[in-house]
């Protein structure tokens, strides 16, 4: 029987136990370059641009995740649902760096089927952004779910929002309240819950751990030439599997994440971010080729 040759991987990389190890990891090795540039857009004129270091993303979960302790979500299933945002990736962190199992769900599931995937998975806290309000307001009115605590990607009335609860977290971290960082993590077991499209019947719903994701973002580091300072756009929708781990890759790298303002605006956003690598499905690029020829 002829002899069969193993390829050995041809980049370095580091691998990471946990996700609470990537990001101090990254904040560290790639300190001042931007992890996220955020548009902040008020009206056709008045446009900013937010640069979120490495270092600021890492404080930022800190204070959050401290924030989740401290109103006692340790323990939780953590639901989360809206469009691909910075606040998206620090509720998904936060919940992960050891306060519990986190539930990404589709933007755009029917009421029904949100419904039901909250009470499938048990999930008892959602974070959501403010396209998301009226749903959740039929959610607290008809409570077939465990879900009792709603936390806003947005400033909303009567809701937490994330920006509040970080200025919370980081004056209890400041005040010497520092357990988030040191809360144990069993990089083994489940703390992600997938739903996968359902092709007969309900979605089903698939249990990860974080050496699942990490072992996956470390083969990639290994195989393929990513880039400290290249832009990358967050295009895949972050409930799937393709579109957040793509985006760890990212943190892993020293890549700079921006977000899309929509389909119809790709073409300018690539342009306005200098966008160098892009992560996406077939189909899109085709689109992309036959506009060009």
Partial sequence: MKEIKHTKPVFEAAFHKDFRDLINYGADAYRGDDAFIVKHKLNKKDISYEHIKFENFRDHVNYLGTAMLKKGYLGKR?????????????GYFAALCGIGICVPLDKGLPYDELESSLARSYADVLIFDKAHLDVVEELKEKKNTKVSEYICMDEIEGYDSINHMMLEGRDALEGGF??????????????????????????????????????NVYAMLRTQDFRRGDVNMAF??????????????????????????????????????????????????ESIYKKIM
């Fill in 78 to 90: 953590i639901a989360i649902i809206g469009k691909n945002r910075y606040e998206w990736m620090l």
């Fill in 178 to 215: 520092d357990e988030y960082l040191t809360l144990p993590i069993d990089a083994e077991g489940t703390t992600i819950i997938l739903f996968t499209s359902g092709t007969t019947s309900l979605s089903k719903a698939v249990q990860l751990s974080q050496h699942n994701i990490t072992s």
């Fill in 236 to 285: 895949l929708p972050y409930h799937h599997t393709f579109g957040s781990t793509g985006q760890i890759v990212m943190l892993a790298s020293g890549i700079t994440t921006t977000f899309c303002d929509g389909l119809k605006y790709l073409q300018k956003n690539i342009v306005e971010y200098k966008v160098s690598i892009f992560v996406c499905v077939p189909l899109l690029i």
